[in-house]
């Protein structure tokens, strides 16, 4: 029997799709019982102000930059969303004296429009906001080479190949409505996967590439970054994929409550802890990574209960 419909976007895979009874279970979730949800290989932390955490996603920077040799080049793959960190870890890098020389940096995604990544130039560019907040407020004598940062292309060859020029020590990323990480964003509901969502292990062959953006994804970007004008926001974006994130040594999936709502940040920890990996729900997937921690801000996890505003 086919899996319900979305019922935000039928022509999807979405978390919708999932059997009622694991939403409703989801939805219980108490603070306390997610941060029970840890396990091995999957780590819950809690943070109580918003200082300490952003602070904390700082420092996995430059505890990975710090790692960096001459024979063993380190680098981290960081995302945008969120940007808070960016301007700590520069002022870290300036007072701590961090030489960068054989760090490398990745960012994870790009928008992609006409045929090409957007430019620099782009006001919602991602390399550009890395640029702004991060690399380019770090002293000129502590600099990374401009060869150690990886941004992808709507052609990804390059790209690919800089994930073996250098360890990954740490993937960060946020989690956006539909519950992804970078622009895995779920599948569209066609053939060959029209009554179920395409297995894991399919997903996960995926690497770095064009997207298609769920429909909500498009929503949530013009919330957090466009000023709620969906139609300037892009369709299509340039994603590191589920290959590239298999070669991280951790993936540390900051969450504020500003990116994702209190269900779905409940939702993906569950999935994780239970080794319930949907790609409906591609966060899920992270139940196969063996090095995956959960970081919340805890006044943002928020209740599932119905308030009416």
């Known amino acids: ?7 935000i ?40 102000t918003l200082e300490e955490f952003y602070l904390a996603e700082a420092l996995e920077y430059i505890e990975a930059w710090r790692q960096a040799t001459p024979d063993e080049p380190v680098g981290i793959c960081g995302p945008i969303g969120p ?3 960016l301007p700590l870890v520069a002022r870290l890098v300036n007072a701590l ?26 006001p919602l560019s991602f390399a550009r906001a890395d640029r ?10 502590l600099r990374m080479p401009e060869s150690n940062i990886h941004f992808p292309k709507a052609d990804p060859t390059t790209y690919i190949k800089s994930w073996e020029k250098a360890r990954c020590a ?41 997207v298609d953006l769920h429909p909500a994804t498009l929503m949530q970007n013009a919330r957090t970054s466009g000023g709620g004008n969906v139609a300037g926001i892009p369709t299509q974006a340039i994603s590191v ?13 900051w969450q504020a409550g500003t990116h994702d709502n209190p269900f779905g940040q409940r939702l ?17 997937l992270l139940a196969q990574h063996p090095n995956v921690q959960f970081n919340y801000y805890r006044k943002g996890l928020g209740t599932c209960e119905a308030e009416m505003h």
Not at 1 to 7: G, H, I, P
Not at 16 to 21: G, I, N, R, S, V
Not at 97 to 111: I, P, R, S, T, Y
Not at 115 to 121: A, D, F, L
Request: charged fraction near 30%.
């Open 1 to 7: 029997m086919a899996r319900k419909m979305s019922s």
């Open 9 to 48: 976007a039928p022509g999807w895979w979405d978390y919708t799709t999932l059997p009622e009874e694991l939403l409703e279970e989801v939805a219980r979730l108490t603070v306390d019982d997610v941060v029970k949800l840890s396990r091995d290989g999957f780590r819950v932390v809690m943070y109580d």
């Open 83 to 85: 940007t808070e960190q």
């Open 97 to 122: 004296d961090v030489n960068l020389k054989h760090a490398h940096f990745w960012g994870m995604d790009e928008w992609y429009k006409d045929g090409r990544e957007v430019p620099e130039t782009h």
């Open 132 to 141: 702004e907040l991060c690399f380019n407020r770090i002293r000129p004598d």
């Open 170 to 210: 740490v993937m960060q990323g946020g989690q956006g409505e539909i519950k992804h990480w970078a622009f895995n964003d779920s599948p569209k509901r066609e053939a060959p996967y029209l009554d179920e969502p395409p297995p894991a292990a399919v997903y996960r062959k995926l690497a770095t590439r064009v």
């Open 241 to 253: 994929g589920p290959v590239e994130t298999w070669k991280a040594g951790r993936v540390s999936i």
């Open 268 to 284: 993906t920890a569950f999935m994780i802890s239970k080794e319930i990996a949907d790609s409906s729900v591609p966060m899920s």
